[in-house]
């Protein structure tokens, strides 16, 4: 079992920047992702990254403003999020995949098996 708290959302203008955070207890993964959703899309993944090479993988829409970073001692996975912008708004979730073979596909939904509750991250001016 694998527990994530999402944290560090918030209202926010455009132009600024937020860091969440992704808090996680009981097993470690193997790979976290965060993905965003809107009401009106679906789930959109965001960024990857592997526990033991922490090789990151970004959507095509990040284009450098997002950068994901973990640290192992404290089971925490980081997304700092710069140059926001109103599409940016969205519920953030980070989610945990367990299995070494998954962590291939980073980009995939079925590569994780645990979700944490989100955090809402809403720009406006």
């Known amino acids: 079992q694998v527990q994530l708290v999402e944290s560090g959302g918030g209202l926010v203008q455009p132009g600024v920047s937020l860091r969440l955070s992704c808090a996680a207890s009981g097993r470690s993964s193997l790979i976290t992702d965060w993905s965003r959703q809107t009401p009106a899309e679906e789930r959109e993944f965001v960024a990857a990254i592997r526990r033991r090479s922490g090789s990151v993988f970004y959507g095509d829409f990040v284009k450098g403003r997002f950068t994901i970073s973990r640290d192992n001692a404290k089971d925490s996975v980081y997304l700092q999020l710069n140059y926001l912008t109103p599409e940016d708004t969205a519920v953030y979730y980070c989610?945990?995949?367990?299995?070494?073979?998954?962590?291939?596909?980073?980009?995939?939904?079925?590569?994780?098996?645990?979700w944490g509750q989100g955090t809402q991250v809403t720009v406006s001016s």
């Open positions: 989610a945990a995949g367990l299995r070494l073979d998954r962590t291939t596909y980073p980009t995939l939904r079925a590569s994780y098996d645990y």
